[in-house]
């Protein structure tokens, strides 16, 4: 009779917290206590040890089911999402794990998250925490109710931000998922959402056909989307939000810049914002000034020089479930890599002007990438190289010393000695085509 009392308990206990829990493991480590057939407690009876987890990403705060006063009932305690999150040792995000199945939503327990992330091969991170969406979605400007204005979220997962932008009142969301599984799920949300299943960060491959989504051409998204070509000095009509992959932020982040300053690719449509989360050592490098050879760049030229820039939050890695290799790899760094920023790159309104226009802008990118291939090296002995005996004249004319060298060279000097090179009838762009045509056998073999 006490086996059939346990087992009545256990039913009334199931049907009473399921409701909120969600899940048939809602029972795991609550206490049962076994009663005898009076309904009384059975003295020296062992405890059955249950408890209930629930990550809920679209609530204001995980819900921690605790005991009530009669040790009988459970009630739910709802506990901030900040102090929920330090005692798992977690904050704002999470690495992507396997998409949930559809019977399951976005439920995942976290134990499982956790060990699921730990067999990936390959990584992408999201945001799970609903405060860090709220501060994200805050970060995007009030201008989130204005029509002309679309957001693109890049692989949102399970769409904690998403449903953020939406409840914000943002007029119009594009999510961008590279995943079919995530692509399902954000069907399902309300609002103002369109989904596609495209990854951002790999459109316009090199090379010519019809590539299957993922893979997507910027002209067909855009088209689609019934986005039109805007002026370069009109407002931002697209803002970009998303991690940057984390195993090539470099090489996208170049890709990026050149695409912007030849208005190809997205630029084609305007001055897009890109509001990315990037490692902290590669945000450092972005940053870094003249004189620091060892980091001063030309993609940091190029950013400088085309964007403001702007740190907008920094998360730390520990708030992340990584795989082994990515923390092995962010170790190496000189850098300090203890977060994951979250960075503005606003394209200038002004930037086409005063004689660079995206036909000649691949010279300022040659110019650029040449200097910086050997930062030690005497600029005058490149502008020579370019145009003999022209090196002295160009650094009188913007007051430079002549043993200055190309890593000591500021970003907007860069600029403005382009100018003066671009207007001067003594030098030749030869020295451009051998740069041109390795690029080009470079695109072909790709």
């Given at each position: ?58 609530s ?116 961008l ?55 370069w ?19 996208i ?43 001063y ?39 300090p890599n ?25 010279t ?22 370019w145009?003999?005996?022209s090196?002295?004249?160009l ?33 030749t ?18």
């Open positions: 009779m006490s086996t059939q009392m346990c087992r009545v308990v256990e039913l009334m206990m199931r049907s009473a917290c399921c409701p909120t829990i969600r899940s048939r493991s809602c029972l795991r480590k609550t206490v049962l206590v076994p009663v005898g057939p009076s309904g009384l407690s059975v003295p020296g009876a062992p405890m059955l040890h249950r408890r209930a987890y629930s990550l809920d990403s679209f204001s705060g995980p819900v921690r089911p605790t005991l009530g006063t009669s040790s009988q009932q459970p009630h739910v305690v709802r506990t901030s999402s900040t102090s929920a999150l330090s005692h798992r040792n977690l904050s704002a995000v999470a690495v992507q794990l396997r998409p949930p199945s559809p019977r399951r939503g976005s439920q995942r327990g976290l134990k499982e998250n956790v060990r699921h992330s730990r067999v990936l091969k390959e990584s992408r991170n999201f945001i799970v925490d609903p405060e860090l969406a709220q501060l994200v979605t805050e970060h995007l400007g009030p201008d989130l109710q204005d029509a002309k204005t679309v957001i693109f979220d890049c692989n949102p997962g399970p769409g904690v931000l998403t449903r953020t932008l939406l409840n914000a009142g943002a007029r119009r969301v594009v999510a998922e590279c995943n079919k599984s995530y692509v399902h799920e954000l069907k399902e949300l309300e609002g103002q959402l369109e989904v596609v299943h495209c990854n951002f960060f790999k459109l316009d491959p090199i090379g010519h056909g019809n590539p299957k989504p993922p893979v997507m051409y910027t002209d067909k998204l855009f088209t689609d989307l019934g986005i039109s070509e805007a002026c000095t009109d407002d931002v009509p697209v803002k970009v939000v998303g991690f940057l992959p984390q195993n090539n932020e470099r090489s982040l170049l890709k990026m810049v050149y695409a912007l300053f030849e208005q190809r690719s997205i630029y084609r449509y305007g001055r897009i914002e890109l509001n990315l989360f990037i490692s902290e050592s590669e945000y450092l490098k972005l940053m870094s000034s003249p004189g620091e050879m060892m980091h760049r030309a993609s940091s030229v190029l950013w400088q020089m085309s964007c403001d820039i702007e740190l907008l939050h920094k998360e730390p890695w520990e708030s992340f479930v990584a795989p082994s290799r990515q923390s092995a790899s962010a170790a190496k760094s000189k850098f203890d977060h994951l920023c979250l960075v503005r790159l606003c394209p200038r309104a002004d930037l086409f002007s005063a004689g660079l226009t995206p036909s000649n802008s691949y300022l990118l040659m110019m650029v990438k040449q200097c910086l291939a050997k930062r030690k090296a005497k600029l005058i002995d490149r502008l020579n190289l145009s003999p005996d090196g002295s004249k650094l009188s004319e913007m007051n430079m010393q002549e043993d200055i060298q190309t890593g000591h060279v500021y970003p907007e000097e860069y600029l403005k000695l382009f100018q003066l090179m671009d207007k001067s009838q003594e030098f762009q030869s020295w451009l085509y051998e740069e041109i045509l390795e690029n080009t056998q470079r695109e072909g073999r790709g």
